[in-house]
């Protein structure tokens, strides 16, 4: 009895496919083995104060809008300075999302905070206060650019969230001449006084 031809294509083909399986087992296994982010307890007085000020994001989550702020808004100066009021921005505008789309992008967030998934998305392992805006704008260039449907998705759910955030920021308004939505729109429109209830 012959044995089996492998050739080179056949092996790529099996490492690849060893390769893949092995990511998505340390994915599952990741995932069952995270500790829940809503679970989280403040480790002193000063976190649990910070963490209070926040109703939807974990410091994971809100490290990576940090670190996705200097991308989103690209060319604008001094955005530092408009941090935390960017991240609260994203913490209550999460707030007045639909229980699905928070779940959804909770989903997200999950994938982006843990590790091996990170890895896979973004192709750093490093965590998100690492990444160098350089960093940032790349991995957002490449979903955007990429042929996966899901990537697109995350890049637009991400910085169209992001840049609305930003941009409605008083001094942001205030550097581009941009005078927010009109106060009749605001009044008007349900999703800027309901916040999700479980």
């Known amino acids: 009895m012959s044995s089996p031809d ?3 294509g056949r092996r790529a083909l099996l490492r ?12 599952g296994l990741g995932g069952c083995t995270a500790p829940s982010r809503r679970s989280e307890a403040p480790a002193d007085s000063a976190t649990a104060r910070n963490a209070a000020t926040y109703h939807t994001l974990d410091a994971d989550t809100r490290a990576l809008w940090r670190a996705l ?6 060319g604008q100066p001094e955005l530092t300075a408009q941090e935390a009021a960017f991240v609260q921005g994203i913490d209550g505008a999460l707030r007045r999302f639909s229980l699905h789309n928070q779940a959804q992008l909770n ?11 990170r ?5 750093h392992w490093k965590d998100w206060p690492s990444f160098s805006p350089d960093d940032t ?6 979903w955007r650019t990429s042929s996966l449907g899901l990537l697109n998705q995350a890049y637009a759910g991400l910085t169209r969230l992001g840049a609305a955030t930003l941009y409605s920021l008083p001094a942001l308004q205030a550097r581009t001449g941009y005078p927010g939505p009109p106060k009749r729109a605001l009044e008007s429109l349900p999703q800027f006084h309901r916040e999700a209830t479980a």
């Open 6 to 8: 492998f050739s080179p």
């Open 16 to 27: 690849a496919s060893i390769a893949s399986a092995s990511a998505g087992l340390a994915l």
């Open 69 to 74: 702020l200097p991308a989103i808004g690209r």
């Open 107 to 117: 989903d997200l967030f999950g994938l982006l905070t843990l590790a091996p998934s």
């Open 119 to 123: 890895l896979l998305l973004t192709g």
């Open 137 to 142: 704008h790349g991995v957002l260039e490449r």
